[in-house]
């Protein structure tokens, strides 16, 4: 059985925020602006750009 500590708990928390914040600031300034970042995030943003394909799918494929 998996045990979590308090520090592992904790990294969790500290993972799952900082994807929020990062996908809230895509979201809030990129997306509207129509700027495109480097890497999987920016080809996510292009192909909602050009093609209308939803950004999470795009990114998860």
Do not use: Q, W
């Not at 809230?24 to 750009?49: C, F, M, Q, T, Y």
């Amino acid at each position: 059985m998996l045990k979590l500590n308090k520090s592992t708990v904790i990294d969790i928390f500290m993972i799952a925020l900082g994807c929020a914040i990062y996908g809230l600031s895509l979201e809030i300034i990129s997306v509207p602006n129509k700027l495109a970042d480097g890497g999987i995030s920016g080809i996510s943003l292009i192909l909602r750009h050009f093609c209308n394909i939803n950004m999470g799918l795009s990114t998860l494929v």
